[in-house]
């Protein structure tokens, strides 16, 4: 995975299609602390595990943040599980999910620092907006019992 020199996942036109490849079940991005941030489309066609939290010692985390660009989808005929920890940081969603196609499990194992979706009332080009749509195939679980989201 490429990213741009603030953290930020290039995505073109398109947006990003994220596919571990054949074979592959689970595509996973982790960093140690860093941010992570999607400002266009996100096509999962795998399943797909953002950490931003490497140790899971609860002593780092970097922010995960998907602007009002970034609605997130499976490809076509997939539900694509999505699992996301952002450690001592927190998670914000600023666009729909699920809105093309829908994805698989939505799970958040940890976001200490709290989890938002839609960082405003009306969108703004690559910044913040509303989401009105989170859809699924399968469960939505925030938090663990040892990682209480906030």
């Known amino acids: 995975m490429r990213s741009g020199s603030n953290g930020a996942v290039p995505s073109g036109g398109a947006g990003s299609v994220l596919n571990g490849g054949a074979g592959i079940a689970t595509l996973t ?3 140690t602390g860093d941010a992570i941030r999607f400002n266009g489309a996100v096509t999962l066609a795998s399943n797909l595990v953002l950490d931003t939290d ?6 780092e985390g970097g922010a995960i943040t998907f602007t009002s660009d970034a609605a997130i989808f499976s490809a ?9 920890d952002a450690g001592t940081s927190s ?4 666009a729909n999910i699920g809105p093309k196609q829908s994805i698989g499990n939505f799970t958040v194992t940890e976001a200490d620092a ?6 405003s009332d009306v969108a703004t080009t690559g910044s913040t907006g509303p989401v009105t749509t989170i859809n699924t195939d399968g469960a939505i679980d925030f938090g663990t019992t040892d990682n209480v989201i906030g």
Do not use: K, V
């Not at 490497?54 to 002593?59: I, V």
């Not at 709290?114 to 960082?119: E, I």
């Open 114 to 119: 709290g989890l938002t979706f839609g960082g």
């Open 76 to 84: 076509a005929t997939e539900h694509n599980n999505f699992t996301l």
């Open 29 to 31: 991005i982790q960093t």
């Open 91 to 94: 998670i914000t969603f600023n």
């Open 54 to 59: 490497s140790t899971d010692s609860d002593s």
